[in-house]
DNA sequence: CAGTTTATGTCAGCCTTGTTGACTTTCCAA
DNA sequence: TTGGAAAGTCAACAAGGCTGACATAAACTG
């Protein structure tokens, strides 16, 4: 109620006006309903292989930094190596996950996609690139950085530091 | 590759640098992380009181409609009935929800939260806000309608609509 | 009024994916 | 050479999805 007084009166107050509670829940709903849209079509794909979330998660973050070790992932994904394990498991035995034993230090496993592994990463991440890039074109350029802003706020300190980590410094 | 070399030359393309697939796989990693740093704060209320997110999904949608039916929960949620009514058989228990029969009609059931509901979904919510306040705050105006522009995009029809209804429309 | 549909609840069983705890093997490094 | 880190494994458990079958009451329909 003051809100929408303050926002009628176009006081001072006037540029806080996004921080409503009310503006808030709306941001709330947004990244639920939205998150829903995000993983729907990834989760069709995988249920027909029968797989689910945790082999996308993975999947994705081994083809983003071929040879990373478990422990690397353990903290990208933030599960317990127990549950990763099971994960990593199914994936190796059915031939998608490569995990070589590390030269320098032969207590670490590498983790690589088999050609059978990065046809399904491709279909995976090929179906949500599809949305994201029908979301971002509708949306608009500014749109997304915005996007990308509020995000990166979000995110707590540590997961931030791994995002941040895969920024192509190629260019 | 070809991407960058278009960024360089300031081309016509350059409109749609931001629907690259290295943009688009930022994004999809954004999503990730900004929704696990999202759940982070309600996660831990919840887990100290012996409930799930299964429990925050619906304290907040009956706390947003005082009244809710069952069904209508079950179509926001998108979840099976058997699934939605062990959670919400555990909330009427412990009294933090009411199910009234409907007058109109008896076969339903109006959803509402008790006086204790009210603060277990006060405690949630306002954890929520705070993380949602501060990234607003910080990436500023323009950037959260960014924000919310993209996620209303990625979302599906269907659950574009339940997050359209939920507007205050009494302004 | 009889029959059908709708809204809800419930029982049983299954799966994925998370957890904790305990234990072993390997092997690097001080 | 010994301590500790990295990795793997086994067992047990819980939350929260799912399907299928069935029950009940109420509302609707012909």
Avoid: W
């Avoid at 083809?63 to 990373?68: I, Q, V, Y």
């Avoid at 990208?76 to 320098?104: C, M, P, W, Y």
């Amino acid at each position: 109620m003051a809100e929408r007084t303050a926002s009628a009166s176009m006081g001072r107050g006037d540029t806080l006006l996004f921080l409503t509670d009310d503006h808030l829940r709306r941001g709330i709903e947004a990244m639920f309903f939205a998150y829903r849209g995000f993983t729907a079509d990834p989760d069709r794909i995988l249920a027909e292989q029968g797989y689910g979330r945790a082999h996308h998660r993975a999947v994705h973050f081994i083809n983003r930094s071929p040879g990373t070790t478990v422990n690397n992932l353990l903290s990208i994904l933030g599960v317990t190596k127990q549950s990763l394990n099971r994960v990593l498991r199914t994936l190796v035995e059915d031939g998608l996950v490569e995990a070589r034993v590390g030269t320098r230090d032969k207590r670490e496993r590498h983790l690589f996609l088999t050609g059978e592994g990065e046809v399904l990463e491709r279909a995976l991440s090929e179906a949500q690139r599809n949305r994201m890039r029908s979301a971002f074109r509708n949306a608009g350029p500014d749109a997304v950085a915005g996007f990308r802003a509020v995000l990166e706020e979000m995110m707590d300190p540590d997961m931030r530091r791994h995002y941040l980590d895969g920024v192509d410094h190629n260019q």
